[in-house]
């Protein structure tokens, strides 16, 4: 075997793996963008479906972009007031239902209805003493909707999937489907 023949077996080797490797990083790059990923939940605001210190969680990404997601679902949301910051929240009420819910639980029980626009969702945390959401900064359009929790990973104590539905008997909201 001549020396040039010897580099071109190596040249071939190594195109051969780099492809390889680049490959396998844009399936990555795939599913992570347009199936799954994982994101860190935290903060008190989605108390008690998630503890304060944080879990790690499954999103699916297909549901949003398809609309398959509704009132009970939690989802991962861009904040429409700082786009570089994601939050946790749950769906209350889609475009076209009528949402009722107390502006400041901790000082009045002050209501105000409001119909979610098309286009829109109505999200609120569960924990509705200490969340910033819909109520505060109004209905998030569906494009920020970024995935759907369907599964806690990590602490290994709380691993399973997440309840579609909101707490029975919350008196934060009411909706009325139209």
Request: with cysteine; proline share 7%; net charge positive.
């Amino acid at each position: 075997m001549s020396l040039f023949q010897r580099w071109a077996y190596i040249v071939k080797e190594a195109l051969d793996k780099s492809f390889s490797v680049a490959k396998f990083f844009c399936a990555i790059h795939v599913t992570n963008t347009y199936l799954f990923s994982t994101a860190m939940v935290q903060g008190p605001s989605m108390l008690p479906t998630f503890n304060l210190n944080g879990e790690i969680v499954l999103l699916d990404r297909i549901s949003t972009r398809y609309g398959k997601v509704g009132p009970g679902d939690v989802i991962i949301v861009r904040s429409p007031e700082t786009p570089r910051k994601v939050v946790t929240k749950r769906i209350i009420g889609m475009e076209g239902d009528t949402i009722t819910y107390i502006v400041d639980p901790t000082n009045s029980d002050r209501t105000e209805t409001i119909v979610v626009p098309k286009g829109h969702v109505w999200v609120e945390g569960d924990n509705i003493y200490n969340t910033y959401d819909s109520r505060n900064f109004g209905p998030v359009p569906y494009g920020l909707l970024q995935g759907k929790v369907f599964w806690k990973i990590w602490p290994t104590s709380a691993f399973g999937s997440i309840g579609r539905r909101p707490q029975i008997g919350d008196p934060a909201f009411k909706v009325v489907e139209q």
